[in-house]
């Protein structure tokens, strides 16, 4: 979608201030980027926070809507993405912020879908019913977005391999979401777990928060951080190809979402007692260590060959 100079800066600005109120660390964290690559993460987010609102019928995350009209909503999520990647106005500037960097970076339309996609299993309450499951869920819900964001970085549409390990960042994201926040999930009535894995800790099905399965909880939690730590190392591989800017705010995101898994882990039966956090002068150490590591560019892989990839996230 071309647009004149002024009207890209109006989006830009509608970009920032949903990214400012909808989400102070990804806000933080983009600050980190180049301007123009900070512009255009914006430009992003803009769309990705307008499909969720959409979705659940709410206002920048808050309250949720009637979730009636389910379909329809959906409908017009893909109706409006079709018509910004068509390079045609859509008449809501968060749509219109898609085209702008889908036209300047080379997203493509099946990177979105897959990113609605996690919308929409979201909206109709879904359950996972193994890992790979929960795997595709995670995929979806962030995956997607580590994918679209790599292209905003400047990796090349085509390279399947970079894109693959930026997918590997989304997913230790969510796996790390999930982990942290079991209890909460369930008292909205989700749950993220897959119910093979509920089922081999002889949990009734609804009963996986309850005091007596703490222990089980925690077991499960610090599986959730196996799978963490592995994706989390498959990323920084990836991020290797990055340039130096792009490169330290990927480092400096996977070191604190990785933080927030493994302070899930070591509080062992308590990590649901109180929010699991990373507070900000330990955020900040984070993001100095991921400064040196990126200029040395030299990152621990994962043990043994990374065979797994995007195919594998996808419904067969």
């Known amino acids: 979608m071309a647009v004149d100079a002024e009207t890209r ?7 920032h201030q949903a990214i400012k109120y909808g989400s102070q660390s990804f806000s933080a964290a983009s600050q980190l980027f180049d301007s123009e690559t900070r512009e255009r993460a914006w430009l992003l987010y803009a769309w990705c926070r307008r499909c969720d609102d959409i979705a659940d019928n709410q206002e920048l995350g808050g309250v949720l809507g009637d979730q009636s009209d389910l379909d329809a ?5 893909r109706k409006l993405t079709a018509k910004a990647f068509a390079g045609e ?5 968060a749509f219109d912020a898609l085209g702008v960097v889908a036209s300047e970076c080379g997203l493509t339309p099946a990177m979105a879908e897959d990113v609605i996609a996690g919308f929409q299993l979201d909206a109709e309450d879904w359950r996972p019913r193994t890992e790979a499951d929960m795997m595709r869920y995670c995929y979806h819900v962030a995956g997607a977005v580590g994918v679209m964001m790599a292209v905003v970085m400047g990796v090349d549409p085509k390279d399947q391999d970079t894109l693959d390990r930026a997918n590997d960042l989304g997913l230790a994201f969510q796996l790390s979401n999930i982990a942290r926040d079991i209890v909460e999930d369930d008292a909205a009535g989700r749950c993220y777990l897959p119910m093979e894995w509920l089922v081999e800790q002889d949990i009734e099905p609804g009963q996986h928060t309850k005091p007596h399965h703490r222990k089980e909880l925690a077991e499960m939690a610090a599986r959730l951080v196996a799978l963490v730590e592995k994706h989390e190392a498959a990323a920084r591989v990836g991020a290797e190809r990055l340039p130096f800017r792009s490169r330290w705010a990927v480092l400096s995101a996977a070191r604190i979402y990785g933080a927030i898994g493994r302070k899930v882990r070591a509080r062992g039966t308590e990590a649901w007692n109180s929010r699991t956090y990373v507070p900000r002068w330990e955020k900040a150490l984070y993001g100095a260590r991921a400064f040196l590591s990126a200029i040395i560019n030299r990152e621990k892989h994962p043990d043994g060959p990374i ?8 419904p067969s």
Not at 9 to 15: D, E, S, T
Not at 307 to 314: E, H, L, Y
């Open 89 to 93: 106005p859509t008449g809501d500037p």
């Open 73 to 77: 909503r959906l409908a017009l999520i």
């Open 9 to 15: 800066a109006a989006l830009v600005n509608h970009a």
């Open 307 to 314: 065979t797994w990839g995007i195919k594998d996230f996808r």
